[in-house]
């Protein structure tokens, strides 16, 4: 059964860092591009970052641009994503979601749980 499990998540000032990962069980991450979305309360689902199969290419918001870092450990199963510099803006649940290809096409086979992150002073 492919699953995800996002942790890593919490409160933090403005201005802190959080790193949180997505662990695959049930399949393995190597064939497939993985997504890093939020959602904010009263706010449309948003894709803040995608990362290929392979690690080589990836995408990023332009909202968190500079901010955060998508990386990929096959050899784990996990994705992960850094985010410094945090802002009251970036407060929402974020989930990780397997794509349907290799690439990221945007076209989602399962999501995660979901983390909630909150900054706040």
């Known amino acids: 059964q492919l699953q995800l499990v996002e942790s890593g998540g919490g409160l933090v000032q403005p201005g802190g860092s959080l790193r949180l990962s997505c662990a695959a069980s049930?399949?393995?991450?190597?064939?497939?591009?993985i997504g890093w979305f939020r959602q904010a309360p009263g706010k449309d689902r948003e894709r803040v970052s995608c990362?290929?199969?392979?690690?080589?290419?990836?995408n990023y918001a332009e909202s968190v641009k500079g901010r955060f870092t998508i990386s990929r450990d096959n050899a784990k199963n996990t994705v992960y994503l850094q985010m410094n510099n945090l802002k009251p803006e970036d407060t929402a649940v974020y989930y990780c979601?397997?794509?349907?290809?290799?690439?990221?096409?945007?076209?989602?086979?399962?999501w995660g749980q979901g983390t909630q992150v909150t900054v706040s002073s």
């Open positions: 979601a397997v794509d349907m290809y290799f690439y990221c096409s945007g076209s989602i086979l399962n």
């Open positions: 049930g399949f393995t991450l190597d064939y497939y591009a």
């Open positions: 990362i290929n199969n392979s690690g080589g290419r990836t």
